[in-house]
């Protein structure tokens, strides 16, 4: 059975955690091999880009969280998986993003 989204913020928020918002709709940059941050634009002498993510700059609790290593609870609201809540017991920092097309 899926836990039911407004009770688990209900919950969250009940416990003192900090909700950081839908990850959909954060600010993301790309990284390129190496771990750093670029454009992609080989012709100014950057490497391409490897994958995306979040700096720390712009989303410090998110990404003191992420470099700690901190396990986290994941949970899908539905049988689509397209409703998730992430959370960490540790930072007490919960967010949430939509997988659906």
């Excluded at 950081?20 to 012709?43: I, M």
């Excluded at 100014?44 to 989303?59: A, I, L, S, V």
Aim: aromatic letters at 12%; proline letters at 3%; hydrophobic letters at 20%.
């Amino acid at each position: 059975m899926k836990a039911k989204p407004s009770a688990l913020n209900q919950k969250l928020k009940e416990a003192g955690y900090k909700f950081l918002g839908w990850q959909n709709g954060w600010k993301h940059v790309y990284f390129d091999e190496d771990g750093n941050q670029t454009t992609g634009d080989v012709s100014k002498g950057e490497k391409p880009k490897r994958t995306f993510g979040y700096t720390k700059e712009d989303y410090p609790e998110y990404g003191n969280c992420v470099d700690s290593g901190h396990q986290r609870d994941h949970i899908s609201h539905n049988n689509r998986g397209s409703e998730h809540t992430v959370s960490c017991d540790i930072c007490k920092i919960y967010w949430k993003y939509d997988s659906s097309d």
